[in-house]
């Protein structure tokens, strides 16, 4: 019988095609945390130890570039991020600040490795999203440059 959090991981874009033994494992994974409005989760330059998925309220990213902070986007629930602290261990490219009370589940690197050294079709998922968030960024410097 699944869980409350494993019917809520099937409905993430970036679980959504897993199987259901491996959700358990993400579940299993998960911490739940909560933030205030205000509140930051992540912030830029911090060193990265995991990723997290909103299960309820809204974050807005923001980056900031000579010390001016801009505002990347708003996320809610089912997006994902802090994914790239997955797989590297570099400092956090941007900071997240809950927009309204937040929650979200948090995974670790050195639980999501375990996971994924046994059910590496994950990564297969996760390049996509990647892909896009890099390709996104490179937009973003080229329109910042040409400005």
């Known amino acids: 019988m699944a ?8 409905h993430v874009p ?6 259901e033994r491996i959700l358990k494992e993400i579940a299993q994974a998960a911490v739940e945390q909560r933030w205030e409005r205000g509140h930051e989760i992540l912030r830029q330059g911090d060193t ?10 809204k974050v807005e990213i923001i980056q900031e570039h000579g010390g ?10 089912g997006a994902v991020f802090g994914e790239m602290a997955l797989l590297d261990e570099f400092p956090r490219s941007a900071t997240v600040r809950a927009v309204e ?3 979200c589940l948090a995974i670790t690197r050195w639980h999501f ?15 996509p999203v990647l892909t896009k968030r890099i390709r996104a960024a490179e937009a973003h410097a080229h329109e910042a440059v040409t400005h």
Request: proline letters at 10%.
């Open 68 to 77: 001016t902070p801009e505002k990347m986007a708003d996320l809610g629930p």
């Open 14 to 19: 970036l679980f959504q095609d897993l199987d």
């Open 48 to 57: 990265g130890v995991g990723l997290f998925i909103i299960r309820s309220g």
């Open 113 to 127: 490795k375990g996971i994924l050294e046994s059910h590496p079709e994950i990564a297969l998922k996760m390049l």
């Open 101 to 103: 009370p937040t929650t």
């Open 3 to 10: 869980t409350p959090t494993v019917d809520f991981l099937r």
